[in-house]
């Protein structure tokens, strides 16, 4: 869980200025440091003493002149992070970064883009936004920002978002070139409130099943989520995909509300734990609209955090199917302190834990470099692709009350596994994907055949929509056939196939369109529609 608060930046002044007003006192003659710590805090007092005592002799007599501010803030960030993988300290402008998804919100203009060819170029525009109703296409390639090139050199996430993000009602005029116009032309876009939306879709795969898609747990997770819901359940829903494959997680709060959907009153969700925090426990209440519907929960190693906490609770309690591969295992709890300048740290000060009494955490006692590469690992082992190359101790067993037997150690295994699509991992489709090839040909192949594409309802796309040879052979030449060797390519012919579809329907349709055409014969989904039955 995540809480802000402001702290007075102690440690900042402290490694600042050498301890200045602390140092002057400590210099002086006699100075026992009593009446600064108590009689039980000998041991802070000397390693503040230490730090103190470093810093100001940095400052005497480094070689180079010193920025006080760099230093302290690499001070801080080393200091933090050598006690686990996710305490650390942050600027101001890295806070703002990382809090915005899970607010739910940004001010800006209302695009998805990438740069392909060094060239700013519009992936999707969001209904309804400031730059659809300024004009903006998906296609379009924004070359300037109030003047201020967005090509070449300048085409940087970085530089882009500085120039098209702004206060709500104030405006950016961007330069366009659009296929077909023989110019570059100019639009003024009054940036707005663009939503951050954590479902990215929810439709249906038959009948009487249902899938949604949760991309993280921000502020309006909960509210999208019943939205979605109630909307199923009009079309007929009487089972449930739910899709937390890549969710990386986000607010432990809409966590517990999303799982209570699902849970009886009174079961337990969750509790943390930690040296100086009492257990803290979440239970169930009695608001669930899903309590009793069938549920096929989707995972993978990139799900974390919060997706975990909703897994765990849901295998605890025998309450449906976790399908997939072993999750990340993310169960540290931060809190949140701002210092006087926005900058913060994050500090862990609790574990979570299933109702089972499992950690969801993985050990990161090798350091960070091998907690970050343990996917890597993973795969390496076979794990990713093979269940009997996971391997855990007795000690690591619990059992569910209906009897199961789940495992800790890090992350949730799934009650059926499914193995990675390794055509994924090929040189070809990682050349495709790195040059954002795919993208490319799909924008070109969009704007080519929209008219006749448009024939077709989304529904009527996904069932006929073929990619054929040509197709690919167009793929393969875009970019000067810099792709890597086309003899890679029957390994990648699925999953290939499958991308460049889901590309064009994301032209089309948007995320809606590319989820139920990625989802076609995903090997994860057609077992969790066996899995119901």
């Not at 802000?4 to 402290?14: D, E, Q, R, S, Y």
């Not at 206060?167 to 003024?188: C, E, M, W, Y």
């Not at 064009?504 to 529609?529: C, E, F, H, M, S």
Request: hydrophobic share 35%; charged share 25%; net charge positive.
């Amino acid at each position: 869980m995540e809480k802000k608060g402001v702290l007075m930046p102690l440690i900042c002044g402290l490694l600042l200025g050498g301890g200045v007003l602390l140092g002057s006192y400590m210099d002086r003659p006699g100075f026992s440091g009593d009446g600064f710590f108590d009689a039980s805090d000998r041991e802070k007092k000397l390693a503040f003493g230490k730090i103190r005592s470093v810093m100001r002799y940095v400052e005497k007599n480094y070689v180079d002149s010193i920025d006080p501010e760099l230093l302290t803030d690499r001070t801080l960030e080393a200091m933090l992070h050598t006690l686990d993988p996710h305490s650390g300290y942050y600027t101001a402008e890295e806070i703002k970064a990382m809090n915005e998804p899970l607010e739910g919100n940004f001010e800006g203009v209302g695009i998805e883009y990438n740069f392909l060819r060094d060239t700013l170029v519009v992936l999707a525009v969001i209904p309804g936004g400031p730059s659809e109703q300024a004009g903006l296409l998906p296609g379009d390639r924004i070359i300037k920002a109030d003047g201020a090139s967005l090509t070449g050199k300048a085409a940087n996430d970085k530089f882009a978002k500085s120039k098209l993000r702004g206060p709500k009602n104030t405006q950016v005029k961007v330069t366009v070139f659009r296929h077909g116009s023989k110019d570059p032309f100019a639009l003024i876009i009054t940036r707005g409130n663009i939503p951050i939306v954590s479902v990215e879709s929810f439709y249906m795969l038959n009948p009487e099943t249902g899938y949604l898609k949760l991309v993280r747990f921000s502020e309006t997770s909960h509210k999208e989520f019943t939205a979605a819901v109630d909307s199923l359940i009009k079309q007929g829903m009487k089972k449930l995909v739910f899709d937390l494959r890549a969710n990386g997680g986000g607010l432990l709060e809409q966590a517990v509300l999303i799982a209570d959907e699902f849970l009886p009153a009174g079961k337990l969700i969750v509790y943390t734990k930690g040296r100086h925090e009492g257990k803290k426990t979440e239970k169930a209440t009695t608001r669930g609209k899903l309590e009793t519907i069938p549920l096929a929960l989707l995972v993978d190693e990139n799900s974390a955090s919060a997706s975990e906490i909703v897994a765990g609770a849901i295998q605890d309690n025998d309450r449906g199917q976790v399908i997939g591969r072993r999750t990340f295992g993310k169960g540290l709890v931060q809190t949140e302190e701002v210092l006087s300048d926005g900058s913060a740290f994050r500090l862990t000060i609790a574990r979570y834990y299933t109702p089972t009494g499992r950690c969801i955490q993985k050990p990161y006692d090798k350091g960070i470099e091998a907690y970050a590469d343990e996917e890597n690992v993973r795969y390496l082992h076979g794990e990713l692709l093979n269940q009997d190359s996971i391997h855990f101790p007795d000690s690591l067993k619990f059992k569910t009350p209906g009897g199961r037997t789940v495992y800790g150690g890090g992350g949730i295994m799934p009650d059926v596994f499914v193995p990675l699509d390794t055509t994924g991992r090929s040189g070809y489709m990682a050349s495709l994907i790195s040059r954002n090839n795919i993208t490319i040909w799909s924008l070109d192949y969009t704007r080519r055949h929209k008219s006749e594409l448009l024939r077709n309802t989304l529904s009527e796309f996904v069932e006929k929509f073929m990619v054929t040879e040509q197709m690919i052979a167009e793929l393969a030449a875009v970019g000067g056939r810099k792709n890597g060797k086309q003899n890679h390519l029957p390994e990648a012919q699925t999953i290939l196939r499958r991308a460049m579809k889901a590309a064009i329907a994301r032209n089309l349709w948007g995320d809606k369109g590319y989820y139920q055409a990625i989802n076609q014969n995903d090997p994860v989904i057609k077992t969790a529609i066996a899995a119901l039955k």
